[in-house]
């Protein structure tokens, strides 16, 4: 299951570790520069990077699915009369924030299917009426939901961004912020996250949870 998981934050450190230097080099250890200016140019360059790995990021998470193996159900009845109920398997997804989606769900055979849980489960449900035996089963693939990745994001460009600065933590000791009043005071500018945005989820043409159903 390794092959769907994301790589950890600290992988990206040494890239943006590289990038945040060159960044200072250009205007917080650029002495030819106003106090106002240099942070100025330090904050845009900085929302900049912020960006980059925020699409960087999403890409990767974007890139991971997981296909299920195969999950078989039957009903089988002995007598001629009433209806005997099988009730439900289910595929789980792998990993937190993983979801699947009504165009993500192979079916073969008979039974019902139904996604629950916002996407994280789908099921088979079966039952049989006269004598006789009913067989179906599904698939599914997982992917990580537009509002995890979202989420995830901001989490993870805190969590890198914060390791960086606390490396170059010295460059701001001898800049006079109090003098620069249109520039937050220090570098906690850095981590100014916007809201994030969870997308809705649906499931397309199957049904939503309900356990009274029919095959």
Not at 36 to 54: A, I, M, P, V
Not at 83 to 91: M, Q
Not at 101 to 114: I, P, T
Not at 151 to 176: C, I, K, N, T, W
Request: with cysteine; glycine share 8%.
């Amino acid at each position: 299951m390794d092959n769907i998981s994301v790589q950890p934050v600290v992988a990206y450190f040494p890239e943006y570790s590289g990038l945040y230097e060159v960044l200072l080099e250009s205007t917080i250890r650029n002495p030819d520069m106003s106090t106002d200016e240099r942070l100025r140019r330090f904050s845009e360059g900085l929302k900049k990077l912020r960006e980059q790995f925020r699409t960087q990021r999403a890409d990767e998470y974007k890139s991971k699915a997981w296909l299920s193996h195969w999950k078989s159900h039957s009903c089988t009845k002995g007598s001629s009369g009433g209806t005997k109920r099988c009730g439900w398997k289910y595929i789980d997804a792998p990993l937190p924030g993983m979801i699947t989606k009504a165009g993500e769900v192979e079916h073969d055979g008979r039974g019902k299917v139904r996604i629950k849980n916002n996407g994280q489960r789908v099921g088979i449900y079966l039952e049989k009426s006269g004598r006789g035996k009913k067989k179906g089963k599904i698939r599914a693939t997982f992917r990580f939901s537009n509002s995890y990745i979202s989420g995830a994001v901001e989490r993870d460009q805190e969590d890198l961004f914060l390791m960086v600065s606390r490396e170059y933590s010295d460059d701001f000791d001898h800049v006079d912020v109090s003098s620069a009043s249109s520039i937050a005071d220090d570098h906690a500018m850095l981590f100014n996250f916007e809201d994030v945005v969870e997308d809705d989820f649906t499931d397309g043409s199957l049904d939503e949870e309900d356990d009274s159903c029919s095959s």
